[in-house]
């Protein structure tokens, strides 16, 4: 069974830095996009950024220069570094990625948990 796993979220100031970590974790062979989505309360979720297998990345335009998503293949890890944090970043963060298990024969796509981030004075 393979699941996500998203942690580091928390409360912060205005101006403020937060790093999300998300962990695959199971019997997994292979793991292609990986993605950042986010949700406020009575709003669509939305994507936040996207880094492909081979590292590309894309971001919204509301978090570009602030944010930068990352993965660490070994750990089957993602991670969202969120610098200049402002109030309308304010969401729960979910982690989203395409993982082919081991006995599987094509790309799953696989939800977390959520995190919330908060970011107020």
């Known amino acids: 069974q393979v699941q996500l796993v998203e942690s580091g979220g928390g409360l912060v100031q205005p101006g403020g830095s937060l790093r999300l970590s998300c962990a695959a974790s199971?019997?997994?062979?292979?793991?292609?996009?990986m993605n950042w989505y986010r949700q406020a309360p009575g709003a669509q979720r939305e994507l936040v950024a996207h880094?492909?297998?081979?590292?590309?990345?894309n971001y919204a335009d509301s978090v570009k220069g602030r944010f930068t998503i990352s993965r660490d293949n070994a750990k089957n890890t993602v991670y969202l570094q969120m610098n200049s944090l402002k109030p309308e970043d304010t969401a729960v963060y979910y982690c989203?990625?395409?993982?082919?298990?081991?006995?599987?024969?094509?790309?799953?796509?696989?939800w977390g948990q959520g995190t919330q981030v908060t970011v107020s004075s």
């Open positions: 199971g019997s997994i062979f292979s793991i292609g996009v």
């Open positions: 880094i492909g297998s081979g590292g590309s990345t």
């Open positions: 989203n990625a395409d993982i082919r298990g081991t006995m599987s024969r094509g790309l799953n796509n696989y």
